[in-house]
């Protein structure tokens, strides 16, 4: 059974760093193509950051020049190092594996203005 598990989220202040980790297990990880989605209160989830098996990555325009996606096939996980962050990326981030639709459970990123 595919798992996808999320950490590293929390508190930080406008301007600040973070970095999410998503653990995937039950799955062939080096072929998956692994996405970062978020969904702030009232809002839809939105498409944050796409990982391929070839690493080629998308962002979403609002994201770009500050998030960064990343994975290490040994350790079957996927990385969003957020920099620069500000208060309308508080929400609570989602990774997705696009093979079979799977999500984790989700990680909150809070930032304070």
């Known amino acids: 059974q595919v798992q996808l598990v999320e950490s590293g989220g929390g508190l930080v202040q406008a301007g600040g760093s973070l970095r999410l980790s998503c653990v995937v297990s039950?799955?062939?990880?080096?072929?998956?193509?692994i996405s970062w989605y978020r969904q702030a209160p009232g809002k839809q989830r939105e498409l944050v950051a796409t990982i391929a098996r070839t690493n080629n990555a998308l962002y979403a325009d609002s994201v770009k020049g500050r998030f960064t996606i990343s994975r290490d096939n040994a350790k079957n996980t996927v990385y969003l190092e957020m920099n620069s962050l500000k208060s309308e990326d508080t929400a609570v981030y989602y990774c997705y594996r696009f093979n079979g639709g799977k999500w984790g459970q989700g990680t909150q990123v809070t930032v304070s203005s």
């Open positions: 039950g799955s062939i990880f080096s072929l998956d193509t």
